[in-house]
């Protein structure tokens, strides 16, 4: 079975720092890899994602993330965290074998202070 | 291009009642998806649609939840009899194709007193 682990609650940071939201994933197939943000009272927005190619992926709002094969992980990063980036993020897996059929971690409550 | 729309935003039931969920999604999406996320935890996909044809329910209780996908675009979530447990928000999802990219409603809250 496919599962998804986001190993860390809570992360929080200071403003202009470097950010990591760590994800670490087990798949039968070859994995599509995701993250999305949520803002409070709203749904679950994209943010990039892995399919094939390049290890490093870049997406919305100066978010990267990197594909480690080896570790099976797909860790979220920003180079400088802004106060807006403050929200829940989650690490979702899907499996090539599995009819597409998506898992997401429990969720990383990012804060970031001024 | 519109979004996934979701309807009601919130509901209050009492346990044993039913309730029905309706999603639309983003047009010309064959793929839907619905999850129930409780608090604290990430999304449980529930039941996938593709087209009007089921892909994947078996996370569905089906003894009390019932989906379907009238003509391939929107659909109904329904619950019946609801418990204190089913507590959550429900979050339609829909994409291009199985291996796109989900895009998501703003989800229903539940509350069953």
């Known amino acids: 079975a496919q599962s998804v682990a986001q190993p860390e609650d809570q992360v929080n940071v200071a403003e202009g720092n470097p950010l990591t939201v760590k994800c670490t994933y087990s798949?039968?197939?070859?994995?599509?890899l995701f993250w999305y943000v949520q803002y409070p009272n709203r749904g679950l927005q994209f943010l990039l994602k892995?399919?094939?190619?390049?290890?490093l992926v870049k997406g919305s709002y100066g978010f990267e993330a990197e594909f480690n094969k080896s570790q099976t992980s797909f860790h979220l990063k920003k180079p400088s965290a802004l106060v807006s980036d403050s929200a829940l993020y989650f690490c979702a897996v899907r499996d090539d074998t599995n009819a597409g059929k998506s898992t997401f971690g429990d969720g990383t409550t990012l804060t970031v202070k001024p | 291009e519109a979004g996934v729309a979701q309807s009601p935003r919130y509901k209050i039931i009492e346990k044993r009642q039913s309730v029905a969920f309706w999603c639309n999604p983003i047009s010309g999406h064959a793929t839907l998806y619905w999850y129930q996320q409780i608090l604290g935890q990430g999304p449980k996909l529930l039941i996938q649609?593709?087209?009007?044809?089921?892909?994947?329910d078996s996370q569905l209780p089906k003894d009390r939840f019932s989906a379907e996908r009238l003509k391939g675009v929107d659909s109904t979530l329904k619950i019946q009899p609801a418990k204190l447990e089913d507590s959550a928000v429900y979050l339609c999802?829909?994409?291009?194709?199985?291996?796109?990219?989900?895009?998501f409603g703003p989800g229903t809250r539940l509350l069953v007193l």
């Open positions: 892995y399919i094939t190619g390049d290890n």
């Open positions: 649609f593709q087209n009007n044809g089921v892909v994947d």
């Open positions: 999802a829909s994409s291009n194709r199985v291996q796109e990219t989900q895009y």
């Open positions: 798949v039968s197939g070859n994995p599509y």
